[in-house]
């Protein structure tokens, strides 16, 4: 299996638990979970695997009992539910959920929740043919509580031992807001701004947008207070809060393209960062009483599965992805203003490629980029640097504004210093690429109208026309309006050039570099339609640009066969604007 494929698979799967090692569960073709230890399903061993049906209207896996949910209605209010442990014993019940004049119920969410008694129950968001939604909640021979919810949105918690019910509702681009509903009392709900990232025994845990980045805060959701959590280092991402009693919290941060991985007690305000060598990228897929588990993926370190159990101890083990076997550096370094992960092969370079990351409002990670893409290149020789960019998040506010209606001379900058660096390495400007995906795709057309003595530029679903994608934002949610309207210049009277992100401007660059754009033709985020008239206008301007059209393919791939045609075609666009031959 090759990389793309190992990494695609791997990913989808569901961290459920641990025993010896991890305890995973896989979706077959057929729509079939399959759960065992982490060799079962990879099909290492012939070890047992347990598998179960996905079906019902509405499908929950309950960490803290850890077991899968269905819950369907007969299209009455007869309300059938089916809970299957790991083991694959099954636990059937029914529950009558409260007639309504407006048509039958529809499921539409299911989360696990806590009734007065602190028993775990299930809590249904329903609507009626009218669309008045109501919060159901059920458990197995008891009583149906409801609960009209003030605000809309989604139910993101629910515990009634605190008289809470959570509601999230999105903003657009802004930060979202979240409703703190009093269920039992029915008292005015509270309302503030935030990322939910967990709740757990009357607290929740939120990010919250600030000047200096995202900040944790910790909310009481008893009394409603807020208090935010000091002594952690770094840009944070996410946050679970144990669920041993302690008040400890695991969070996650980003510290110079990394991840890193924070223990923080609530009795001294400190954090502790856990030992973990270089562990890539790391995401939270479970958390329950017995542990929190996470998945880890990195371009030189390969993969991991990793627990971190009730006593505190944490458990690592080794993915499907094999650490890298050459001899290539991975180092974090500053080109003056310009941070970038740098990725140097164990012989000389013969050649770089800038990966420039979409967003714009994102941060280059170390993290398997390109579907691992960047192995491919260590191997042929090939430099990779990891560029955030003017605009990226995670180097504080002024780095984020400084390219605001000031993209051109912001990213010229970061590419002059680039280019600078790939000198001293004996390279000139033409053994440089520039390689960038969405927003990053742009930015790649960008720099070779910038710098025409750049090899060229391969562009994976590029966003070409920022006016008209905006446009279409708006059109959707019209917060989207100001949101562009502070970051790019999209005024009635404003010229190509001053938009910068506009086909007209972009197909103007000198002649030299080469620009191959990849984009599905049913992509729905950048419009494959503005890919075709840049390189029909920069076709006619005389540059070497062309287009592959994708058929059927969206902004990411949704599933391996898209994912290695899409890891095909950027690797042998690479491979021909950069005139060298990749494994």
């Known amino acids: 299996m090759r990389l793309p494929e190992t990494f695609f698979t791997e990913r989808q799967r569901h961290l459920l638990s641990w025993g010896d090692r991890p305890v995973l569960g896989e979706v077959g073709e057929d729509g079939t979970l399959h759960i065992g230890d982490q060799d079962a399903v990879s099909g290492k061993s012939g070890a047992g695997v347990v598998s179960m049906a996905l079906d019902g209207d509405a499908i929950l896996y309950a960490e803290s009992r850890e077991v899968f949910t269905s819950v369907t209605l007969d299209g009455g209010p007869r309300l059938a539910v089916v809970e299957t442990g790991l083991d694959g014993t099954q636990e059937h019940w029914q529950a009558a959920l409260p007639a309504t004049a407006n048509g039958p119920w529809t499921i539409h969410d299911v989360l696990e929740g806590r009734d007065e008694s602190g028993a775990s129950v299930l809590v249904l968001t329903v609507q009626d043919a009218r669309g008045a939604t109501e ?17 809309g949105g989604q139910l993101v918690h629910w515990d009634l031992r605190y008289d809470t019910a959570v509601v999230r509702q999105d903003q657009g681009p802004r930060e979202p807001v979240l409703h703190l509903e009093r269920p039992v009392t029915g008292t005015t709900p509270v309302s503030v701004p ?77 954090a502790e960062p856990l030992p973990l060598a270089p562990a890539g990228r790391l995401r939270f897929r479970v958390a329950g009483p017995r542990g929190i588990g996470l998945y880890s993926a990195g371009t030189l370190a390969g993969s991991a ?15 499907d992805i094999p650490a890298h076997d050459g ?54 020789r090939i430099a990779v640097m990891g560029l955030n ?47 960038g995906g969405s927003f990053g795709g742009g930015l790649a057309l960008l720099g070779c109208g910038l710098h025409g003595g750049l090899s060229g530029a391969v562009c994976s679903a590029p966003l070409i026309d920022i006016r008209a994608h905006a446009q279409r934002a708006a059109d959707a949610d019209t917060s989207y309006e100001d949101w562009f309207g502070e970051r790019f210049e999209l005024g009635a009277s404003t010229s190509p050039a001053q938009r ?21 033709d049913q992509d729905e ?33 949704g599933d391996v066969d898209e994912v290695i045609l899409r890891y095909g075609h950027v690797k042998s666009a690479l491979s021909e604007v950069l005139g060298h031959p990749l494994p």
């Open 194 to 270: 935030g990322h939910w990232r967990d709740g757990w025994d009357g607290r929740g845990l939120i990010v919250q947008d600030a000047e200096d980045g995202p900040r944790l805060v910790a909310w009481d959701l008893g009394s409603s207070s807020l208090r935010p959590v000091t002594g952690t280092r770094g840009h944070v991402d996410d946050a679970r809060i144990l669920r041993d009693g302690t008040g400890r919290l695991l969070v996650i941060t980003t510290i110079d393209g990394a991840d890193v991985l924070h223990l923080w007690s609530d009795e001294t305000g400190e």
């Open 500 to 520: 910068v992100f506009d086909p007209v401007h972009l197909s103007a660059a000198p002649p030299g570099p080469r620009a191959v754009l990849i984009h599905g």
């Open 525 to 557: 985020v950048t419009e494959w339609r503005d890919s075709r008239d840049a390189v029909d206008l920069a076709v006619r301007h005389g540059l070497d640009w062309k287009l592959l059209t994708e058929p059927g393919l969206g902004h990411v791939p």
């Open 389 to 435: 960019y003017s605009g990226s998040l995670g180097y504080g506010t002024d780095h984020t504004r400084r390219a605001w209606k000031n993209w051109t001379r912001a990213f010229e900058e970061d590419l002059r210093a680039c280019i600078a660096t790939a000198r001293t390495w004996g390279l000139d400007d033409s053994d440089i690429a520039l390689l």
């Open 305 to 319: 599965w990793l627990w971190l159990d009730e006593a505190g101890a944490l458990h690592r083990s080794r993915g």
């Open 327 to 380: 001899g290539a550096g991975l180092r974090h370094v500053t080109y003056g203003r310009t941070p970038v992960l740098e990725y140097l092969p164990e012989e000389p370079p013969v050649a770089l490629v800038i990966s420039l990351h979409g967003g714009p409002e994102s941060v280059e990670r170390d993290e398997l980029r390109w579907d691992g893409l960047y192995r491919d290149l260590l191997k042929a």
């Open 135 to 151: 919060f159901h909640q059920v458990s197995a021979g008891g009583p149906v509580t409801v609960h009209t919810p003030r605000a």
